[in-house]
């Protein structure tokens, strides 16, 4: 099972997450979770950063894909979207877990949009 995770950088419920992650590993005997972090920036913060840290602390396999916002030699303003749509097409996961805050998410909602336009099925999650 691949799963891709998403999610907003102002997301702040850890146990959210992990409840989630460890309802995945449940279900499935073989779980992969693809997630946009960069492990020696250490960024992006919100979901990405939790969902990482999450995914080492359970033993589940976890691949980033960072957006690369300077690979252009400008700042990349399109990055985040070219990082999602990469995603979702090299992986081809068989759901997308999104964990979307209250408020403006434009990488989340982008994500949500171009899975759905994929026919993946996506799990929303709202804060609590």
């Known amino acids: 099972m691949i799963v891709v995770c998403t999610g907003s950088r ?4 850890e146990s959210q997450i992990k409840e989630k ?3 995945l ?4 005997d073989s779980l992969s979770v693809v997630v946009g972090y960069d492990p020696h920036k250490k960024t992006p913060k ?3 950063r ?3 840290k ?3 602390a359970l033993g589940i396999h976890v691949v980033c894909e960072p957006a690369d916002w300077d690979s252009k030699g400008y700042f990349n303003r399109g ?3 070219e990082r999602n749509i990469l995603m979702l097409e090299k992986y081809e996961p068989n759901l997308v ?3 979307r805050a209250k408020g403006k998410s434009n990488g989340t909602d982008h994500c949500i949009k171009e899975a759905r336009k994929r026919h993946i099925p996506v799990q929303l999650n709202n804060e609590r």
């Open 10 to 13: 102002t997301w702040t419920d």
């Open 79 to 81: 990055a985040g979207m």
């Open 54 to 56: 999450w995914c080492k």
């Open 50 to 52: 939790m969902v990482y």
């Open 97 to 99: 877990v999104a964990f």
């Open 25 to 28: 590993q449940n279900e499935f």
């Open 46 to 48: 919100g979901v990405d």
């Open 21 to 23: 992650l460890l309802e």
